[in-house]
C-alpha cells in the first residue's frame, strides 16, 4: 500500500510540474541575454547541485537555493525553471553517484512546483520586477518562505510515505537542520540578484566563493554530529571486544531505545541525548575484571559489588569527555529500579531520569534474546512475557506497554542483524 501511495504522489508531483515549466518556457520571449542568464546561473546551479548536504532524518539542503531565489527575481519564471531543472537532473561526482534518476526527477519536480508558487507571490507586487526598495525585499522574503514550506512539505510527505514515519514530525525535524541554512541563503540570493543586476557575471561569481564557504560550514556542522556518536561507539567496541557474546550490545540498546524515545514523542535533543547514553550506558565495565564478567557459575558477594561498581565507573569515564553533554546521570542510573530495589542509589518510580527508564526496557529486552556462553537467547514472545512479568517491579510499565506495541519481531529482528558481528578467531 505504501509502495502505491509513493508511486502515485510522485506522479502527481512530477506531471504537475511538468505542466508548470511546458506552459512557463514556451511562453518566453527568448534573446540572446536570456540565453546568457541561463548558462550562467545554469552553471553556478549545477555546481551548487553537486555539493548537498544531508539532513538528519532524510532529505538535503544546498546553497542552489540562492541562485534559484536570484534568478526568480530577475528573470520571467520559465528561465529559473529551466535552471532549476537542469541542476537537478545534471548532478556529477559523489552526488551524482548516489543519486537515481527517479530521485532527480522528483527533486526537479518539486523545486519547480515550490518556486512556482514563489513566483506567484512575487508578482503579486504592484513592479515585479527586482527592485532595491522596502516592497521588493518584502514580496522576496514571503516568496522564499512560501518556497521553502512547499518545498519542506513535499519532502516531508515522500518520506513519510516511504518510512512509514509522521510526515508531520519529519518536517519539524527538518525544518530544524534546514532553518539556519535558509536565514543564511535569502540574504545571499538578494545579494546575488543585486550583484548580477549591477555588475553582472564578474559580481555573481565573487560572491559565489564565500556561499561555497556557507556550504562547507553547514557540512562541517552536521559531519560533527555524526562524529560525535561514531567516536562514542567507538569507545563501546573497546568493551565489547573483551566478549563475542556482547558484540553489538550496545548498539542494539540504543536502536531500541530511540524506537521507544520516537514512540513517546520525545524531542529530537532528547533523543539525541537518548542515542548517546544507550550506547555508553555499559562502559564502566571497561573497569571490571574480564574474569568476573566472562563467569559461568554463580558470582560471589566482592564480584555481585565489582558489577554493581560498573554505573558509577561508566559516569566517572563520561565525566571527562565534554561534548557528551551530562548524560552522566542517565548511565548512573540505568539499573535502578521500578520498585526502588536497584542500584547504586536505590532511587525508585519516576525519581529514575526517564531516560534510564527508557535503557533499562531495551538493555533488558537484548539481554533476554541475545546468545550468552552460558545460555542460548530467547525469542521476541518469551522475552516480551519477561518484560511484562517484571513490570512495575524491574522496570517501568508505561514503558513496557510502550516497547511491546513498537518492537515488533519485525523490527527486533532487524536490528539484531544490523549490529550482529562474526566471532574473532
Given at each position: 500500500?505504501?509502495?502505491?501511495?509513493?508511486?502515485?504522489?510522485?506522479?502527481?508531483?512530477?506531471?504537475?510540474?511538468?505542466?508548470?515549466?511546458?506552459?512557463?518556457?514556451?511562453?518566453?520571449?527568448?534573446?540572446?541575454?536570456?540565453?546568457?542568464?541561463?548558462?550562467?546561473?545554469?552553471?553556478?546551479?549545477?555546481?551548487?547541485?553537486?555539493?548537498?548536504?544531508?539532513?538528519?532524518?532524510?532529505?538535503?539542503?544546498?546553497?542552489?537555493?540562492?541562485?534559484?531565489?536570484?534568478?526568480?527575481?530577475?528573470?520571467?519564471?520559465?528561465?529559473?525553471?529551466?535552471?532549476?531543472?537542469?541542476?537537478?537532473?545534471?548532478?556529477?561526482?559523489?552526488?551524482?553517484?548516489?543519486?537515481?534518476?527517479?530521485?532527480?526527477?522528483?527533486?526537479?519536480?518539486?523545486?519547480?512546483?515550490?518556486?512556482?508558487?514563489?513566483?506567484?507571490?512575487?508578482?503579486?507586487?504592484?513592479?515585479?520586477l527586482f527592485q532595491f526598495n522596502f516592497e521588493a525585499i518584502f514580496f522576496y522574503l514571503?516568496?522564499?518562505?512560501?518556497?521553502?514550506?512547499?518545498?519542506?512539505?513535499?519532502?516531508?510527505?515522500?518520506?513519510?510515505?516511504?518510512?512509514?514515519?509522521?510526515?508531520?514530525?519529519?518536517?519539524?525535524?527538518?525544518?530544524?537542520?534546514?532553518?539556519?541554512?535558509?536565514?543564511?541563503?535569502?540574504?545571499?540570493?538578494?545579494?546575488?540578484?543585486?550583484?548580477?543586476?549591477?555588475?553582472g557575471p564578474l559580481g555573481l561569481f565573487l560572491l559565489f566563493i564565500p556561499l561555497l564557504?556557507?556550504?562547507?560550514?553547514?557540512?562541517?556542522?552536521?559531519?560533527?554530529?555524526?562524529?560525535?556518536?561514531?567516536?562514542?561507539?567507538?569507545?563501546?567496541?573497546?568493551?565489547?571486544?573483551?566478549?563475542?557474546?556482547?558484540?553489538?550490545?550496545?548498539?542494539?540498546?540504543?536502536?531500541?531505545?530511540?524506537?521507544?524515545?520516537?514512540?513517546?514523542?520525545?524531542?529530537?535533543?532528547?533523543?539525541?541525548?537518548?542515542?548517546?547514553?544507550?550506547?555508553?550506558?555499559?562502559?564502566?565495565?571497561?573497569?571490571?575484571?574480564?574474569?568476573?564478567?566472562?563467569?559461568?557459575?554463580?558470582?560471589?558477594?566482592?564480584?555481585?559489588?565489582?558489577?554493581?561498581?560498573?554505573?558509577?565507573?561508566?559516569?566517572?569515564?563520561?565525566?571527562?569527555?565534554?561534548?557528551?553533554?551530562?548524560?552522566?546521570?542517565?548511565?548512573?542510573?540505568?539499573?535502578?529500579?521500578?520498585?526502588?530495589?536497584?542500584?547504586?542509589?536505590?532511587?525508585?518510580?519516576?525519581?529514575?531520569?526517564?531516560?534510564?527508564?527508557?535503557?533499562?526496557?531495551?538493555?533488558?529486552?537484548?539481554?533476554?534474546?541475545?546468545?550468552?556462553?552460558?545460555?542460548?537467547?530467547?525469542?521476541?514472545?518469551?522475552?516480551?512475557?519477561?518484560?511484562?512479568?517484571?513490570?512495575?517491579?524491574?522496570?517501568?510499565?508505561?514503558?513496557?506497554?510502550?516497547?511491546?506495541?513498537?518492537?515488533?519481531?519485525?523490527?527486533?529482528?532487524?536490528?539484531?542483524?544490523?549490529?550482529?558481528?562474526?566471532?574473532?578467531?
Amino acid at each position: 500500500m505504501e509502495s502505491l501511495r509513493v508511486k502515485a504522489f510522485f506522479s502527481v508531483i512530477t506531471a504537475s510540474a511538468t505542466i508548470i515549466l511546458v506552459w512557463n518556457v514556451i511562453n518566453i520571449d527568448w534573446n540572446i541575454t536570456q540565453l546568457i542568464n541561463l548558462l550562467v546561473f545554469g552553471i553556478l546551479a549545477v555546481a551548487c547541485e553537486s555539493l548537498p548536504v544531508a539532513l538528519p532524518k532524510g532529505g538535503y539542503v544546498t546553497v542552489s537555493y540562492s541562485i534559484f531565489l536570484s534568478s526568480l527575481i530577475l528573470f520571467p519564471l520559465g528561465v529559473t525553471l529551466i535552471i532549476i531543472t537542469l541542476s537537478c537532473l545534471l548532478i556529477f561526482g559523489k552526488a551524482g553517484l548516489e543519486q537515481p534518476l527517479y530521485k532527480r526527477v522528483f527533486n526537479a519536480s518539486q523545486y519547480v512546483l515550490a518556486f512556482a508558487a514563489a513566483y506567484a507571490i512575487i508578482s503579486l507586487s504592484k513592479d515585479p520586477l527586482f527592485q532595491f526598495n522596502f516592497e521588493a525585499i518584502f514580496f522576496y522574503l514571503m516568496a522564499a518562505v512560501v518556497y521553502m514550506i512547499i518545498n519542506m512539505t513535499i519532502v516531508a510527505i515522500i518520506l513519510g510515505l516511504s518510512t512509514g514515519k509522521s510526515p508531520w514530525e519529519i518536517w519539524l525535524v527538518n525544518i530544524r537542520w534546514a532553518l539556519p541554512n535558509f536565514m543564511a541563503l535569502v540574504p545571499l540570493g538578494f545579494l546575488l540578484a543585486l550583484l548580477y543586476k549591477n555588475w553582472g557575471p564578474l559580481g555573481l561569481f565573487l560572491l559565489f566563493i564565500p556561499l561555497l564557504v556557507s556550504r562547507h560550514s553547514f557540512q562541517l556542522y552536521i559531519d560533527m554530529r555524526e562524529n560525535y556518536l561514531d567516536t562514542v561507539e567507538a569507545l563501546v567496541q573497546a568493551l565489547e571486544a573483551k566478549d563475542k557474546y556482547t558484540s553489538g550490545h550496545s548498539a542494539r540498546v540504543g536502536k531500541l531505545a530511540v524506537a521507544i524515545g520516537e514512540a513517546i514523542k520525545m524531542s529530537e535533543e532528547k533523543i539525541e541525548f537518548l542515542k548517546y547514553a544507550a550506547v555508553l550506558h555499559d562502559v564502566g565495565k571497561i573497569g571490571v575484571s574480564e574474569m568476573i564478567l566472562n563467569k559461568e557459575g554463580k558470582l560471589v558477594d566482592t564480584e555481585w559489588e565489582a558489577i554493581r561498581s560498573h554505573p558509577v565507573i561508566g559516569q566517572t569515564i563520561i565525566k571527562g569527555i565534554k561534548f557528551l553533554f551530562d548524560i552522566g546521570q542517565v548511565v548512573r542510573h540505568h539499573h535502578e529500579r521500578f520498585d526502588g530495589k536497584g542500584y547504586p542509589d536505590g532511587i525508585q518510580g519516576e525519581e529514575i531520569p526517564l531516560e534510564s527508564r527508557v535503557i533499562a526496557v531495551a538493555d533488558t529486552y537484548d539481554a533476554i534474546t541475545s546468545d550468552r556462553s552460558y545460555r542460548k537467547g530467547s525469542t521476541h514472545s518469551e522475552a516480551i512475557a519477561e518484560l511484562k512479568r517484571v513490570a512495575g517491579t524491574q522496570l517501568d510499565p508505561k514503558l513496557v506497554e510502550i516497547f511491546c506495541d513498537v518492537v515488533t519481531d519485525e523490527v527486533a529482528l532487524k536490528v539484531h542483524a544490523e549490529h550482529v558481528q562474526p566471532a574473532l578467531s
